[in-house]
């Protein structure tokens, strides 16, 4: 793709040089955490991601263009700009268009990345089938049935029907690989009492996987699921307490859909007096680590 795909030095040279590269989501910074959290762990991610000896690309639209690896500068305003907009791919031609700013989702960063020529992919956790409507579907979900990038996740968000999202996920033929674990991780929670299609321990076994499914010719995502690390976990009573009450407001307050999230999120955070807050900081970075395990392991001869 040409246009308005823009992307930085080092991820142009990594990528011409079959290097291991890590993409990144920017809604995660603009709207998924405070600020100066957000800025920290947008740093982290990228810090870690170079320690595994692979290159990061957040992504995020700037001005119109699909930017693929960020500055410090551009991640600051990512952090602290009052008026960026959430962007999933349906919003990508109104933005660039627009000449706007917008923080891209999973969705619409694992279509830029798939057009930027990264396979791997990095994020908390990725977006499902709503609890209060079957029909309430993330545009996650058919974007990952369609881009052939591999995203590695903490399970879907706890606030999401997660039975009802690996329905959909096995219809759409979308594979779900445990990295670690037996059972689909529930983002705060290590265990969601559901079946992953199959266990893995190494990025190697990732990278063959990913590569079995390109040499078949085969164009959809790989969705694969690291628990949050066992020391940030939170316990699921007290989760399963404060996502009925988040719940219950949104509700309440007529919120719903791309302000339903974020609303959802922070209450629960309040909730749990900041404990969710911690383990969504800990997944995060321990994700960004195994990603670039397994980008490295994708990109040896």
Not at 146 to 163: E, H, M, Y
Not at 240 to 260: K, T
Request: glycine share 8%; proline share 5%.
């Amino acid at each position: 793709m040409s246009g308005p795909l823009r992307l930085s030095k080092e991820v142009k040279m990594a990528l011409e040089a079959g290097r291991a590269v890590v993409a990144l989501e920017s809604t995660v910074i603009a709207h998924g955490l405070p600020y100066p959290i957000n800025l920290e762990v947008a740093r982290r991610m990228e810090a870690i991601i170079r320690q595994h000896k692979a290159t990061p690309a957040t992504i995020a639209v700037l001005d119109g263009q699909l930017r693929v690896g960020l500055t410090e500068a551009e991640l600051e305003h990512l952090a602290t700009a009052k008026t960026i907009r959430k962007v999933s791919q349906r919003d990508l031609p109104i933005v660039v268009a627009r000449r706007g700013d917008g923080a891209t989702t999973v969705a619409a960063s694992i279509t830029i990345a798939a057009w930027a020529g990264i396979q791997v992919f990095a994020t908390g956790g990725i977006g499902g089938v709503h609890r209060s409507a079957s029909f309430d579907i993330s545009n996650d979900l058919p974007t990952l049935a369609s881009t052939p990038v591999a995203v590695v996740c903490a399970g879907a968000k706890s606030i999401l029907d997660l039975r009802a999202t690996l329905e959909w996920l096995e219809t759409a033929g979308v594979p779900v690989i445990g990295y670690g674990t037996d059972e689909f991780p529930a983002f705060y929670t290590r265990r969601s009492g559901l079946p992953v299609d199959v266990r893995i321990d190494t990025p190697e076994e990732a990278a063959a996987i990913i590569r079995a499914g390109r040499q078949m010719g085969l164009t959809r995502g790989t969705l694969i699921a690291a628990p949050v690390p066992a020391e940030a976990e939170l316990p699921a009573d007290r989760l399963d307490a404060a996502i009925a009450s988040a719940l219950a407001e949104a509700e309440a307050r007529g919120i719903e859909r791309n302000a339903s999230t974020p609303f959802l999120l922070r209450w629960i955070a309040r909730q749990t007096e900041g404990a969710s807050l911690k383990a969504n900081v800990a997944l995060l970075e321990n994700n960004a680590a195994i990603a670039a395990q397994i980008a490295v392991a994708l990109a040896a001869p």
